[in-house]
């Protein structure tokens, strides 16, 4: 398959676009002096201005100064409910997805999860990674519950994936 080049028009309107981006981002450094060359008020790191539009995350960070790692933490942290689980430093969100659904967390894999100090195990055939807490956000995401019947996450070199629960 050959890919044709973009037309003239294509290449126009991209421009544009790329305009008024530029433009976007220029207003909100303007409107948000604090954040231009700023550094994480939580982890130091440097703010890079072009999530500064970017819905909850945005308006975390222009209202605390914080990059965009910090802000998705605190997202998170604010939505975390009954169908939020932390193992390991790593937390997961369980879906309600029934078995054979066409779109589901972890291929739509059995997860038996057991929260700490409930009776009831959690079975999910939905399980989604909402990812490994950075370690000077920890205290906000103890360990709540553990993965049952030989479900674990592994590392194998860069790469990340899970043994689902066998039945």
């Not at 055939?125 to 205290?139: I, T």
Request: net charge negative; charged share 30%; proline share 5%.
């Amino acid at each position: 398959m050959t890919m044709m080049p973009p037309t003239r028009e294509e290449r126009e309107r991209w421009e544009k676009q790329d305009q008024a981006r530029k433009a976007y981002l220029k207003r909100i450094r303007e409107n948000n002096p604090h954040m231009v060359d700023a550094k994480c008020s939580l982890c130091e790191s440097e703010i890079t201005d072009h999530w500064l539009n970017s819905g909850d995350e945005g308006q975390i960070m222009r209202s605390h100064t914080v990059c965009f790692s910090c802000a998705f933490w605190m997202v998170i942290r604010e939505q975390y409910d009954e169908k939020n689980v932390t193992i390991n430093g790593t937390v997961y969100y369980v879906g309600s997805a029934p078995k054979g659904a066409r779109f589901a967390g972890m291929g739509g894999r059995r997860f038996d999860i057991q929260r700490f100090g409930e009776e009831e195990a959690i079975t999910t055939y939905d399980l989604w990674c909402r990812g490994e807490v950075p370690a000077h956000m920890k205290n906000l995401f103890p360990d709540d519950a553990e993965f049952l019947s030989a479900a674990q996450k592994v590392v194998v070199g860069d790469t990340t994936c899970w043994n689902p629960s066998s039945p």
